[in-house]
């Protein structure tokens, strides 16, 4: 096998001990606080990873899309959890899954959830789901603030196809926020508004088995909290530069970094290397500081190179601002820590595999681009 610095770049390289460890610290967090540890694949999309996070513990997988049920069903992952209100409309895909595997999904509409029911009653099956909450990013979900959840959730155990298993949140909004303290803040709040429901449900008589949270910058402060029964972390798999201006993980801790070649100098201030949009895509960082650039240089010490800033991207360049004395020259290579690693996953066919220049294996990024 050659060693990493002989192979072509651009690459999409994993750090398999960096991995391991965030696939390790996460599992016994969970572990630690009583919950279930259901990871969300969309970070790795990639059945070799997932198979690792189920044997550290996790319970089952979740993916946003029925085509990334299906690859995670294949790839032998037992209980899969689509946590997106797909549509009624794939109730066949659905229902063929439900021969292999455990599949949930959720809701938070009473005319798909219907629809949901209805599909499942004429395929003489039950879908087991939980209903969305939306519990402060206002993407998708019920808004407890906004309308009667509590009905909601008991119209929805009432339907014969549906088997309501419980509550299911995603605190986005945690990368907003401005301090370790605000995402914790997040944290609690989150926890109480599922709490409430709970209680308010069960006063119905609606018993709710579960309560499924879970954002990368928060998670480690849900394992602590009572009420929640599973958390759904994805990018803590990999963590990338956003998770380190969060103050989630340190440079250390981000197992993905694209490994790239300076290929034009031609300026003193100005160099290119051959990894544009196509590889680190044009997302930008969140964190609690300013965050420039499309990923961080990493220099030999393995900390943030300040004299380089990738300034701007066309779809194979990357344009590097050079702003004090370099090592660098034409044909040199650097390592780079993109700014959102689950949308660099999705750019890419394969990983590479390494512990420091050696090359492990290589794996396919078995469920990338799958959008249904
Ligand atoms: C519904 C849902 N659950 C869990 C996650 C995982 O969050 P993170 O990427 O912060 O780990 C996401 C991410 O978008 C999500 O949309």
Redesign the pocket.
């Known amino acids: 096998m050659p060693t990493l610095s002989e192979l072509q770049t651009p690459l999409v390289v994993l750090d398999a001990p960096a991995m391991t460890r965030n696939i390790t610290r996460m599992a016994e967090a969970a572990a630690a606080g009583g919950k279930q540890l259901r ?2 694949g ?2 790795h999309k990639s059945g070799w990873v997932a198979a690792q996070q189920v044997a550290a513990g996790a319970v089952g997988l ?1 993916c ?1 899309k029925p085509a990334e049920a299906e690859v995670f069903a294949a790839a032998g992952i037992q209980d899969i959890r689509i ?2 209100p797909i549509s009624p409309t794939y109730a066949a895909r659905i229902v063929a899954l439900m021969d292999g595997v455990r599949i949930s999904t ?1 809701v938070d509409d009473l005319g798909v959830a219907q629809g949901w029911s209805d599909a499942m009653v004429a395929a003489g099956r039950r879908l087991e789901v939980l209903v ?1 909450i939306d519990v402060g990013t206002h ?1 998708c979900g019920i808004d407890p603030t906004q309308r009667d959840a509590v009905a909601f959730i008991t119209q929805v155990s009432q339907m014969p196809g549906l088997d309501l298993r419980g509550l ?3 605190a ?1 909004h ?2 907003a926020a401005g301090s370790l303290d605000a995402i914790a803040a997040i944290a609690r709040d989150e926890a109480a508004m599922l709490a409430r429901l709970v209680d308010g449900c069960a006063a119905r008589g609606v018993e709710l088995a579960e309560v499924s949270v ?6 480690l402060f849900s394992a602590t909290l009572d009420g929640i029964t599973e958390l ?5 798999v990999f963590h990338d530069r956003t998770q380190v201006g969060l103050g989630v993980v340190d440079w250390s801790g981000c197992a993905l970094r694209i490994h790239a070649s300076v290929t034009a100098f031609p300026a003193p201030d100005r160099l290119v290397l051959d990894c544009g949009s196509k590889v680190l895509s044009s997302d930008g960082a969140r964190g609690f500081g300013p965050t420039p650039g499309f990923g961080v240089i990493l220099g030999p010490d393995g900390q943030p190179d300040p004299g380089l800033l990738i300034e701007r991207l066309s779809e194979e360049h990357g344009v590097v601002t050079v702003t004090g004395p370099t090592r660098l020259r034409i044909g040199d290579r650097v390592t780079i820590v993109p700014n959102h690693a ?1 949308v660099v996953a999705n750019l890419s066919n394969t990983y590479v595999v390494a512990d420091g220049d050696e090359v492990l294996e290589t794996q396919k990024v078995d469920a990338r681009g799958l959008v249904n």
Do not use: D, E
């Not at 879970?214 to 998670?219: E, I, M, R």
């Not at 759904?232 to 803590?236: A, C, F, K, L, Q």
């Open positions: 990871p969300h969309k970070t979740t946003a946590a997106y959720v969305k993407r299911l949140s995603h986005g945690s990368y879970g954002s990368t910058p928060s998670a759904r972390p994805g990018n803590y689950c």
